[in-house]
Nanobody
Framework: QVQLVESGGGLVQPGGSLRLSCIASGFSFSDYAMSWYRQVPGKERELVAAIGSKGGNPNYVDAVKGRSTISRDNDKNTVYLQMSSLKPEDTGVYFC????????WGQGTQVIVSS
């Protein structure tokens, strides 16, 4: 079955950087576009960034555009989200999943941006 393990979150000061990682298994990773999502308490999980199955077509929500880079390594079944110039509003739990057919949500990795 689909398994997703996110890591790389933590407590960071405003203006700092983090690199999130997500290792996927249970499906043919290189055949699927992937996305990163963010969830904050009391709100729906929202799409933050997405990338095509071969690494093309990266796209971002306006809130993170210019500050984040999504990438992937299909040899390692891993998708990354490099985040910089972090703001308090970036705080949340970050999840990865397949872009169009999400399944098997992982535990996520918590990002807290605070001074």
């Amino acid at each position: 079955q689909v398994q997703l393990v996110e890591s790389g979150g933590g407590l960071v000061q405003p203006g700092g950087s983090l690199r999130l990682s997500c290792i996927a298994s249970g499906f043919s990773f290189s055949d699927y576009a992937m996305s990163w999502y963010r969830q904050v308490p009391g709100k729906e999980r929202e799409l933050v960034a997405a990338i095509g199955s071969k690494g093309g077509n990266p796209n971002y929500v306006d809130a993170v555009k210019g500050r984040s880079t999504i990438s992937r390594d299909n040899d390692k079944n891993t998708v990354y989200l490099q985040m910089s110039s972090l703001k308090p509003e970036d705080t949340g739990v970050y999840f990865c999943n397949r872009r169009f057919t999400p399944q098997g949500w992982g535990q996520g990795t918590q990002v807290i941006v605070s001074s």
